[in-house]
């Protein structure tokens, strides 16, 4: 469902006319007079004075739930050509060639223009979204801002949530993006930092924001999917610099010079950020020397900026968060923010579900993380060997997503982990042991070439990710690491047709209790 509470409040209606020509649509003189005070493209999210835009869908077209949208009290119609044959007669309509690009600058006008009043902050990329949006609005709000907060962890301003009958999308449709900038907009924030994914710079959900500066961490086969090759991957991840005024890019990867390339040869400013001492970039470390930090003792991240060298005190582990902290560090920099006084939020920073440790008393060291990828698999697992212990993975791998990265994780699953353990992860309508026995020939495949060269590794599968939970700590010492991937802080798991209540960090702790200490160890 789309997110029904979320609208702002008190603000004039606009002007049917007025939006006809901010979309570019005819509209006849008959309905000069009709008023519009809001706008969704969910026929069951319609309020009195809605504009409701019918969108053309995979299988049927929104035009067909026109009825329904009146009848909740919508009073004009937004949609394409085909659309409005089927509307006709039934509620004014504005017809445009390009409605989802309408419904952003619409949505833009219902609500006044909020971004306008705000600074914007954009952040893509395949991993690391998340974090970086994390960190980022923590050193806001040590420097004295209201933040906004945007993403696959809901919507938040400073540290409270808005509650919503959300989807699971990181990035709004339109017309609900721009309510959700109002509302934070009344609430007082003045800042607002948000993940913006491929799905919505492909589908224009951020049409016409113009953010004032945009972040990349980095690309790795993902969503494909969706995309159907990872250079139109890249592209839609590429078109949100389009919309900035300066862009922060992470370039260790090839795709990240690639884009710092380009946005220079179109004249946008870049600040360049690596994860190596060495780089020859606007932000990177003093040293290569990784400490494995934790909340009760942050390292202490020295940086080069352009402000001077900084130190950061960062709590969450791995090589990955110290490039974050330094995307983070550059956004800083850009908002002309005092980057040393915002680094010191970065000392109890914490974001849910990466690379969360989950306390099991007299037992092993346990992290959950969001890693659903060969990248951030491996990225995980590396900042997470710690010498005299075993690495233990459990993992499994999306149904209905791109399944040929289902080996590929398993891969990285064995390289670095001493026993693997292949389980469910969300299987939605696909069947999981097939998808097991794919995350499963990747890692046998590593397994066995490891045999060769004396390397021992434990693959197994377990399906049900509560008793394959359950069978990493039972093989777990204390002096070893289990790392549960995959669902990080998602509180469902999706069974064909059934979400059920599933949380790894709370499993972790239920499964802990069931156990014999010392069984199976």
């Not at 085909?82 to 390009?98: D, F, N, R």
């Not at 907060?149 to 509650?163: A, K, P, S």
């Not at 346990?366 to 997470?384: C, E, K, W």
Request: proline residues 5%.
């Amino acid at each position: 469902m789309t997110d029904h509470q979320l609208r702002p409040e008190g603000l004039a209606p606009i002007a049917l006319t007025a939006l006809a020509a901010t979309v570019g649509a005819a509209v006849a003189d008959q309905y000069a007079g009709v008023e519009i005070s809001g706008i969704t493209q969910d026929s069951r999210a319609v309020r009195p004075g809605d504009l409701y835009v019918a969108l053309k869908g995979a299988r049927v077209h929104g035009a067909r739930f026109t009825d329904q949208a009146a009848a909740a009290g919508a009073v004009a119609v937004l949609t394409d050509s085909e659309g409005a044959e089927q509307v006709a007669g039934q509620l004014p309509v504005l017809e445009v060639t390009a409605p989802r690009d309408a419904m952003a600058y619409a949505a833009a006008e219902i609500y006044h223009h909020p971004t306008r009043q705000l600074r914007m902050v954009g952040i893509t990329g395949t991993n690391g979204k998340t974090t970086t949006t994390a960190l980022t609005a923590a050193g806001l709000r040590g420097t004295g801002h209201v933040v906004g907060t945007i993403g696959t962890l809901g919507f938040w301003l400073d540290d409270q949530e808005l509650t919503s009958d959300r989807t699971t999308v990181t990035t709004p449709e339109s017309c609900d993006l721009h309510a959700l900038f109002a509302v934070m907009l009344q609430r007082g924030a003045d800042t607002v930092v948000m993940e913006v994914s491929s799905h919505a710079l492909a589908l224009q959900r951020v049409t016409g924001v113009h953010f004032d500066v945009a972040g990349f961490t980095n690309l790795g086969r993902d969503h494909l999917d969706f995309h159907p090759t990872m250079e139109d991957y890249f592209q839609a991840k590429a078109s949100l610099f389009q919309q900035a005024g300066t862009a922060v890019i992470v370039v260790d990867g090839g795709w990240g010079a690639r884009l710092a390339g380009e946005c220079r040869a179109a004249g946008v400013p870049v600040l360049s950020v690596s994860g190596f001492a060495d780089a020859h970039t606007d932000i990177h470390p003093l040293t290569d020397d990784v400490d494995h930090p934790t909340a009760q003792d942050p390292e202490q991240l020295g940086l080069h900026t352009p402000s001077g060298d900084i130190a950061v005190p960062l709590a969450m582990p791995g090589t990955f968060n110290r490039v974050n902290s330094g995307l983070a560090v550059g956004l800083w920099e850009v908002l002309d923010e005092p980057v040393q006084q915002a680094a010191q939020a970065l000392a109890t920073a914490t974001v849910p579900g990466r690379m969360q440790l989950v306390e099991v008393p007299g037992g092993p060291r346990v992290v959950v993380d969001f890693a659903h990828t060969p990248q951030a698999v491996a990225a995980a697992l590396t900042a997470l060997s710690v010498p005299g212990g075993r690495l233990i993975a459990v993992l499994g791998a999306g149904g209905d997503r791109d399944p040929d990265k289902r080996g590929p994780m398993g891969e990285a699953a064995a390289e670095w982990a001493e026993v693997v353990i292949v389980t469910d992860d969300n299987p939605r309508s696909e069947d999981p042991a097939a998808i097991r026995a794919a995350v499963l020939a990747g890692a046998e495949q590593v397994r066995q070439s490891s045999a060769e060269r004396g390397r021992v590794i434990t693959v197994v599968e377990v399906g049900g990710r509560d008793r394959a939970i359950g069978a990493a700590l039972a093989r777990a010492g204390v002096r070893d690491t289990v790392a549960i991937l995959g669902k990080g802080h998602e509180t469902g798991q999706i069974l064909a047709e059934e979400t059920i209540d599933f949380d790894d960090a709370i499993e972790v702790v239920r499964q802990w209790a069931q156990l014999d200490p010392g069984a199976g160890r």
